[in-house]
């Protein structure tokens, strides 16, 4: 709802809403309301009566991995020979999958649905709305787990989108799965597929030096033979289930190997690259269909202000005829204001009759990189999406800034669910500040503020003045707290529309006597020490600052706060509460000065959990938003937003004996292989971690620190790991936990978090 006047000044004229809704004055007469009792129930019904429309084939994907890559693979593979709709992204819940039916058009032969769930019951609106015609079942696992009381049960709710299918593709191999799906569902009715003989496919499998050959014997003896391009056992899986989905459909093999050419194993993911001269980048290099291109380009719009918005866009392959084609095209980029549009290929020539003056075209991604000058971009804002075969993604290397080898990723999907998730704890009332306060605890504040501001926060928290300036030169327009201001910043506060905590009677009269000698008004926060003896004002000092507010005409008391100091431990418990019965005592006494307007706060992200009957007018979210649940009542709801990784850059053989790195720390008694890896302590990997006490994952397998981390590298033990110069390390992430890795060198989360140095390159995605 707070969002219906910017979508409308933006050209948006029919709304769906709820019947508590008040249709603003300015807006009424001018657009159209749709009032229901239950929004998300009315949006799934009219998706059911479009899906109703649609007589052709629905193929719908579920499973607990690998639904939006063998979504993916098969659109492509499909669209050799057919005009595919698929769900955009990863758009498989209870709102994504109507917005996915929106897209399937008349001319579409074939759609392709993701179905998604975290729940029990929540299956059931989904076959409602998408009614496959062919399933596949990929696999199951313990994802979301929390929402069941088994896996068994899990299964069965995935299983009934099923029910009312012709047929159902799955892996007979998967013993418990197979099992479950033999119970319920009649032999006519399942194909499965299996490595071992007797089964509808037979699957066997040649690896290649550079991927696979796959050969598939059918029941009926017929034979199919396929060049796979990678051989990695999760996409071998994932590829066989969109083969046989393929041939199921009645491609040949020969259109479905066409397909297959073309694949890679693909990023599925948005992902925002620092680029060259403070530019940014969205790479979208996977992606090339209208559905897609929404997603990524209201994405581009929730972005914070740049110079220009620049779309570079390729042809859409095997998409129908192309007038039509590139007339929905230019109906939908018209409304986004871009500034410029750069076309490869040659039907995509077409947009220029509808963007004169700012469309550019290059028959091929060749000749766009001859003519690319990354110095002809300065503060821009882009958007690089087009079909795999383009090659986009050289693109993307040639306008991306060169920081270093090692990468910090930020889900940004991981952070909107995370913050959903204490959303749900709190009271529909209560507001939500949140701390992107060191960098955003590492993740950098500029992108994780814009996206905070995207999803309703109503506040930011930072620690310095200057990072408060920094946020509002680059856009950002949410009301601003400064933790840690000095006297000598109260100008900038004022000049940025900060919000300066004050936290004694001494800055108190200097933040005053600024307001009365320069006219100007000031909104401040007032810190009262409850427990933390850190900062703040006493019970015993209330008297003073009473007649500080009293004489402070300028002054805005905009919130009083008291911080816990051991919320995440329950041996703290009864000193939390003292903290907060005396909050509550000195409330009492600022509320008869103090306009109603004023907010108070106490809980951080332990508090939340800990100390929900607590919550006041506001909440202050930090270290849960990031994936740590510090409590650990709700650790396995949380999601890691970010994933630090690293490159290997050279693996040598050690003798038993030798000696490895500064002081001559590390060793393997019985020699080994070493991997030398592109970070070190400068970067923000603890020189704790040396000999064994740290360990990273390479190819899914932990490999120990060998001897002291240095300034830029650090060795680690690969004897037995398949390895080599430029594969991939991960230091942590989700499969990785930031509490263990903590825990192993004597320090906590928020450490590890915020040490991440800045020269470590930040990509942010939605997966």
Not at 214 to 236: E, V
Not at 274 to 286: E, R
Not at 447 to 455: D, F, G, S, V
Not at 626 to 651: D, F, M, P
């Amino acid at each position: 709802m707070t969002f219906i006047p910017a979508l409308f000044e933006i050209g948006v004229k029919n709304f769906l809403v709820h019947e508590d809704y008040d249709t603003p004055k300015s807006i009424g007469s001018h657009a159209s309301f749709v009032v229901v009792h239950d929004t998300r129930l009315a949006l799934q019904k009219l998706a059911k009566f479009q899906r109703s429309k649609f007589l052709k084939p629905v193929v719908s994907i579920t499973g607990s991995n690998g639904k939006t890559i063998v979504k993916e693979w098969l659109g492509q593979v499909l669209s050799q020979k057919y005009q595919v709709a698929k769900s955009p992204k990863s758009y498989n819940s209870q709102v994504g999958v109507p917005l996915s039916i929106f897209g399937i058009e008349e001319d579409h032969q074939v759609a392709i649905l993701e179905a998604g769930i975290s729940k029990t019951g929540e299956m059931k609106a989904l076959e409602e709305m998408i009614r496959p015609d062919l399933g596949i079942f990929t696999n199951i696992g313990t994802a979301h787990q929390e929402g069941f009381e088994s896996i068994e049960q899990k299964a069965l709710e995935k299983l009934s989108l099923f029910e009312k299918s012709d047929f159902l593709i799955y892996c007979k191999d998967q013993s418990f799965l197979a099992k479950i799906i033999e119970e319920n569902f009649p032999k006519k009715r399942l194909i499965a597929w299996s490595d071992e003989p007797g089964e509808d496919f037979s699957r066997s499998l040649k690896l290649l030096d550079k991927g696979a050959k796959m050969f598939l014997l059918k029941s009926d003896l017929s034979t199919f033979t396929f060049q796979i391009p990678f051989k990695d056992p999760a996409s071998l899986e994932n590829i066989t289930h969109v083969i046989i989905a393929a041939l199921s459909l009645g491609q040949t093999s020969e259109s479905i190997q066409q397909g297959l050419n073309h694949l890679k194993s693909v990023d599925m993911r948005l992902t925002l690259k620092p680029g060259i001269n403070d530019s940014l980048l969205i790479d979208d290099t996977y992606n090339n269909d209208l559905a897609g291109l929404k997603v990524a380009l209201d994405f581009m719009q929730q972005q914070r202000p740049k110079n220009r918005k620049i779309l570079i866009l390729s042809d859409f392959l095997q998409q129908g005829s192309p007038e039509k084609i590139y007339s929905s095209v230019s109906d939908l980029i018209g409304s986004y204001n871009l500034d410029k549009i750069i076309g490869v290929g040659h039907e995509i020539s077409l947009l220029a009759n509808y963007f004169p003056g700012r469309f550019e075209n290059f028959f091929s991604a060749e000749k766009l990189l001859e003519s690319l000058n990354p110095e002809q971009f300065s503060n821009d804002l882009i958007l690089i999406t087009g079909a795999r075969p383009f090659g986009f993604e050289r693109v993307v290397n040639k306008l991306q800034q060169r920081i270093h080898g090692t990468t910090l990723e930020i889900n940004l999907n991981a952070l909107t669910h995370n913050f959903n998730f204490y959303k749900k704890l709190i009271k529909p009332e209560t507001k939500v500040m949140v701390m992107v306060k060191a960098f955003a605890y590492g993740g950098g504040a500029l992108e994780i503020a814009n996206h905070l501001q995207t999803m309703g926060a109503d506040y930011l928290a930072v620690a310095f003045t200057d990072e408060g300036v920094t946020l509002r030169k680059q856009g950002i327009s949410l009301p601003i707290m400064v933790l840690n201001p000095l006297e000598e910043s109260i100008e900038l506060c004022s000049e940025f529309n900060l919000e300066p905590v004050v936290f004694s009677s001494e800055f108190f009269k200097s933040i005053n006597n600024y307001c009365h000698s320069s006219d100007k008004k000031l909104s401040i926060h007032l810190d009262m020490d409850t427990g933390m003896r850190r900062l703040g004002f006493e019970e015993n000092q209330l008297d003073e600052l009473i007649d500080l507010i009293a004489k402070a005409k300028n002054v805005k008391i905009a919130s009083v706060y008291t911080h816990l100091v051991g919320a995440d431990e329950e041996i703290h418990k009864d000193f939390s509460i003292e903290q907060i019965e005396t909050f509550i005592r000195m409330k009492s006494r600022l509320e008869n000065c103090l306009p109603s307007s004023t907010l108070y706060h106490v809980l951080n992200s332990a508090g939340i959990v800990a100390f929900p009957e607590f919550q006041f007018d506001m909440v202050r979210l930090g270290i849960g938003l990031y994936g740590v649940e510090v409590t650990g009542k709700y650790e396995s709801s949380l999601r890691a937003i970010s994933t630090l990784k690293t490159t290997i850059s050279q693996v040598k053989i050690l003798a038993a004996g030798e000696t490895v790195g500064y002081s001559r720390k590390g060793s393997l008694p019985q020699g080994g292989k070493i991997a030398t890896l592109s970070i070190g302590y400068a970067d923000g990997y603890d020189r704790r971690f040396s000999n064994g006490k740290g360990y990273v994952l390479i190819d899914g397998k932990k490999a120990e620190v060998v001897g002291n981390v240095c300034m830029d590298m650090c060795m680690v033990d690969v004897t037995g790991i398949e390895a080599k110069a430029g594969d991939e390390a991960i230091i942590y992430g989700e499969q990785i936990s930031l509490k263990e890795l903590a825990e192993r060198i004597g320090t906590i989360p928020y450490e590890l978090l915020t040490n991440i140095s800045t020269r470590v390159k930040r990509i942010y995605y939605l997966d």
